[in-house]
């Protein structure tokens, strides 16, 4: 990070920003740092199998992540590790056949090209997903694809799309939605825009695409027909390890470009760091962050010791607490460092951009809150159940031996 990324930040992230496009995947001072990285086995750090990755645990890549996080642009596609790739190579590795793993896994693995995930439409909800419109009907051994979707990260110079679409309309909501490979060059895949995002629409872009009479090979079904929901799950899990932990990076780092400013900045006849206000943004920054950073790693441990379906609890905690912590502590750092913090002349705004999507995409707050309290109220009553069902039993005991027991 500090002989590679931290020098070349800034005129990387303009760099993907103007050369991305169409063909061009990453730009031209990327190649070299992602070769190097490569040829020293800093890459492909984040799946959990030795065969395709580092074979490293949830727990030992989230310590990973924390780093890369500190440069959130520029890091993750140096070791290739960056969102959307991440998810896509784990459900293809999970998921695909080995002619898809062929074809589209492992040029991914190489570094190759970018792809992107074609899920959330304008029209309805994305929290939501049982109401997605967008449509693929079999014909002549074809997918044909039709719809609208918005928010295709990284579409702009991909290779090829992973599309939640429906398959099966009548079937029950959590059975109508597959995956589908499309591959970008397809003539009925349009990538409409990018869509404009808090002023930014450069580089790999969050874009509007549209799918009219799409055609791909029935071969192109990722996954059992029907199980769009089930693979999105298995997606979004160790993605949201990974994005908080690179949000835990960030934050660390606004914490110490913090206290550099306060130290260095004098005002009403002593440096900021006197100031009890700033001891304050510091303080409550630094509790927060160990307080994110140590309930990722323990969503991240269950993660691996107990199994993705026992660590939802905890994983969806950890998506509202270190977005939001990630935002608070940007927010003070800019503050501190006035006007200076709202140029782009430190990295401070363009991460605070960057990372306000956290607290939206993969679910938003909101929709984390409501999944956390339902959890904990069916534990209630199902607790209050036990307890009414102990009751019973000792009653019915009661009435013929053990009177005493019943009453204890
Ligand atoms: C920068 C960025 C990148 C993204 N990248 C991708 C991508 O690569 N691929 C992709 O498919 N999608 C992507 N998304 C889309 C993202 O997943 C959706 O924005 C998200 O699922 C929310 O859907 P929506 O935008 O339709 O908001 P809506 O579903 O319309 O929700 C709007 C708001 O309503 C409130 N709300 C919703 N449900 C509830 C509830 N039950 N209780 C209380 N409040 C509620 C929340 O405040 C929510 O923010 C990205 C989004 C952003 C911002």
Redo the contacts with the bound molecule.
């Keep these: 990070m500090e002989e590679h990324c931290y020098p070349v930040e800034a005129e990387a992230i303009r760099a993907i920003d103007d050369e991305v496009k169409p063909g061009v995947p990453y730009p031209e001072i990327l190649v070299e740092i992602r070769a190097n990285a490569k040829d020293q086995g800093l890459w492909n750090l984040f799946l959990p199998d030795k065969e395709h990755g580092a074979g490293l645990t949830n727990w030992e890549y989230g310590i990973l992540c924390e780093q890369m996080g500190r440069s959130p642009i520029v890091a993750p596609m140096a070791f290739n590790c960056a969102a959307?790739d991440t998810g896509n190579m784990e459900i293809l590795v999970d998921h695909g056949t080995d002619e898809q793993k062929e074809r589209f896994l492992r040029p991914l693995l190489e570094g190759e090209i970018r792809s992107?995930?074609?899920?959330?439409e304008p029209e309805v909800?994305?929290?939501?997903p049982t109401t997605l419109q967008t449509r693929a009907e079999l014909a002549g051994g074809e997918w044909v694809i039709n719809g609208h979707?918005w928010?295709?990260?990284?579409a702009n110079g991909a290779d090829f799309a992973i599309a939640m679409v429906v398959t099966d309309p009548d079937a029950p909501p959590y059975t109508r939605a597959s995956m589908i490979l499309v591959p970008i060059d397809n003539p009925g895949f349009e990538l409409v825009r990018n869509v404009s995002?808090m002023g930014h629409d450069g580089g790999p872009g969050?874009c509007e695409v549209r799918y009219t009479d799409c055609r791909v090979p029935e071969s192109n079904l990722l996954g059992e027909r029907g199980a769009g929901f089930v693979i999105a799950q298995d997606r979004l899990g160790p993605g949201r390890i990974h994005h908080c932990m690179r949000a835990i990076g960030t934050a660390e780092r606004a914490i110490e470009m913090m206290c550099e400013r306060a130290n260095s900045r004098e005002s009403f006849g002593g440096p900021l760091a006197d100031k009890q206000f700033v001891q304050d943004f510091i303080a409550t920054s630094r509790m927060e962050v160990d307080q994110a950073r140590l309930l990722t790693l323990y969503a991240a441990w269950q993660m691996d010791t107990e199994g993705k379906r026992r660590a939802r609890q905890a994983i969806s905690m950890i998506k509202v607490v270190a977005a939001n912590v990630v935002m608070d502590v940007l927010d003070r750092a800019i503050q501190v460092h006035g006007s200076l913090g709202m140029s782009d002349d430190t990295p401070l705004a363009g991460m605070w951009r960057f990372m306000r999507?956290l607290r939206?995409?993969?679910?938003?707050?909101?929709?984390h809150k409501?999944v956390i309290a339902r959890r904990e109220l069916n534990r209630a009553a199902k607790r209050a159940e036990a307890a009414a069902g102990e009751g019973e039993e000792s009653s019915d005991a009661a009435g013929q031996a053990e009177p005493a027991k019943a009453a204890s």
Aim: proline share 7%; charged share 20%.
């Design positions: 959307p992107c995930f074609s899920m959330t909800s994305g929290s939501d979707k928010f295709t990260s990284g995002v969050h999507m939206v995409a993969d679910g938003p707050d909101e929709v409501m």
